[in-house]
């Protein structure tokens, strides 16, 4: 059966310590109440939680043997661009109650977006979900237009990567993409934007799709004819970690089974939601969405056109009142 679903990007070890009441000052130790190490990186995150739901996964990515064996573990098969000397890349995150640091070693990821192009010219899929901020936006550009072209859609999640914005070719990518995710700073960030500003047309101008994800808000959807919101489920999170991009598989499963619109976000906040109930961005990943969001998703399988199928109306959403810590998703 032809694969549906391609990520494509970074892979991180995380290694979590929660419950910290502070960061520490130079010279102190701090303890934290609770630990945990997981894999991460947005495009692991994305193809467990698409797989989860039936999605069938593969990910291009420079990945530890322990990865490796997690992602095989959870349905998805597994390019693994990286040399067997070579160090995978590990993140520590210093969780507080209501923001987080990060500390990352980047080893084999620093050269990774040299080895994709190779490895993705090898694989077939209905949709390909790219997870990374690229150096040489034109080329990627390129290749976005060249999947796009042969009948394969394409996403884009770039994380936090303020450089981004001011490297040549990165109006063509948004272009050449069927869909952008990013957070609400990450919106104003690649808009050239204050945060007290709306992004919105930039966004409607610059992309065909822009799914804007707005933690326990929920999430957004941008286009020249489309103007959608939907409320997030109500959940006591532990950690949230790897929320949005638990939100990216949630979505892309709704879009592949035919969802409309408003229930791909729908789909996204829940897989996201859930994803924020243990720590690290992989354990509470669920296995189903709710039999409302199952119905309309369609049947597991199913091989539909992507488009845009439901009335669209405006949203009007409140601006927050500042904006959070920029944080990888």
């Given at each position: 059966?032809?694969?549906?679903?391609?990520?494509?990007?970074?892979?991180?070890?995380?290694?979590?310590?929660?419950?910290?009441?502070?960061?520490?000052?130079?010279?102190?130790?701090?303890?934290?109440?609770?630990?945990?190490?997981?894999?991460?990186?947005?495009?692991?995150?994305?193809?467990?939680?698409?797989?989860?739901?039936?999605?069938?996964?593969?990910?291009?990515?420079?990945?530890?043997?322990?990865?490796?064996?997690?992602?095989?573990?959870a349905a998805v098969s597994v390019v693994n661009v990286r040399?067997?000397?070579?160090?995978?890349?590990?993140?520590?995150?210093?969780?507080?109650?209501?923001?987080?640091?990060?500390?990352?070693?980047?080893?084999?990821?620093?050269?990774?977006?040299?080895?994709?192009?190779?490895?993705?010219?090898?694989?077939?899929?209905?949709?390909?979900?790219f997870a990374f901020a690229p150096v040489d936006c034109a080329?990627?550009?390129?290749?976005?237009?060249?999947?796009?072209?042969?009948?394969?859609?394409?996403?884009?999640?770039?994380?936090?990567?303020?450089?981004?914005?001011?490297?040549?070719?990165?109006?063509?990518?948004?272009?050449?993409?069927?869909?952008?995710?990013?957070?609400?700073?990450?919106?104003?960030?690649?808009?050239?934007?204050?945060?007290?500003?709306?992004?919105?047309?930039?966004?409607?101008?610059?992309?065909?799709?822009?799914?804007?994800?707005?933690?326990?808000?929920?999430?957004?959807?941008?286009?020249?004819?489309?103007?959608?919101?939907?409320?997030?489920?109500?959940?006591?999170?532990?950690d949230t970690t790897g929320a949005g991009d638990a939100f990216?598989?949630?979505?892309?499963?709704?879009?592949?089974?035919?969802?409309?619109?408003?229930?791909?976000?729908?789909?996204?906040?829940?897989?996201?939601?859930?994803?924020?109930?243990?720590?690290?961005?992989?354990?509470?990943?669920?296995?189903?969405?709710?039999?409302?969001?199952?119905?309309?998703?369609?049947?597991?399988?199913?091989?539909?056109?992507?488009?845009?199928?439901?009335?669209?109306?405006?949203?009007?959403?409140?601006?927050?009142?500042?904006?959070?810590?920029?944080?990888?998703?």
């Open positions: 059966m032809r694969l549906e679903l391609l990520t494509v990007g970074d892979a991180f070890h995380d290694l979590i310590f929660m419950g910290l009441a502070r960061l520490p000052r130079v010279g102190e130790e701090v303890h934290a109440a609770d630990f945990v190490a997981t894999i991460g990186g947005g495009a692991v995150i994305t193809a467990i939680a698409a797989a989860r739901l039936g999605v069938r996964t593969r990910i291009v990515s420079a990945l530890s043997a322990d990865a490796a064996r997690t992602l095989r573990g040399r067997s000397a070579e160090p995978h890349a590990i993140t520590a995150a210093l969780s507080m109650p209501h923001d987080r640091s990060f500390v990352t070693f980047a080893g084999v990821n620093d050269r990774l977006q040299s080895r994709l192009p190779a490895a993705l010219a090898r694989q077939r899929a209905r949709h390909v979900h080329r990627w550009a390129g290749i976005s237009e060249r999947l796009r072209a042969s009948g394969t859609t394409t996403s884009w999640d770039f994380g936090w990567s303020p450089p981004l914005r001011g490297r040549a070719g990165f109006a063509r990518l948004l272009r050449s993409a069927e869909f952008i995710f990013v957070n609400e700073i990450e919106a104003s960030l690649y808009a050239g934007l204050p945060p007290r500003r709306s992004p919105a047309d930039f966004w409607r101008r610059a992309a065909t799709n822009t799914i804007v994800k707005l933690g326990r808000r929920g999430s957004r959807w941008l286009s020249s004819q489309a103007d959608l919101h939907a409320a997030a489920p109500r959940v006591r999170s532990i990216n598989g949630g979505f892309l499963y709704a879009l592949l089974r035919g969802a409309a619109p408003r229930n791909c976000l729908r789909a996204g906040n829940f897989v996201g939601a859930q994803s924020t109930l243990a720590a690290g961005g992989i354990t509470a990943l669920p296995r189903h969405l709710p039999a409302g969001l199952a119905g309309h998703a369609g049947q597991a399988g199913r091989t539909v056109p992507l488009r845009i199928s439901e009335p669209l109306r405006p949203a009007r959403l409140a601006r927050p009142a500042r904006p959070a810590r920029p944080t990888r998703p």
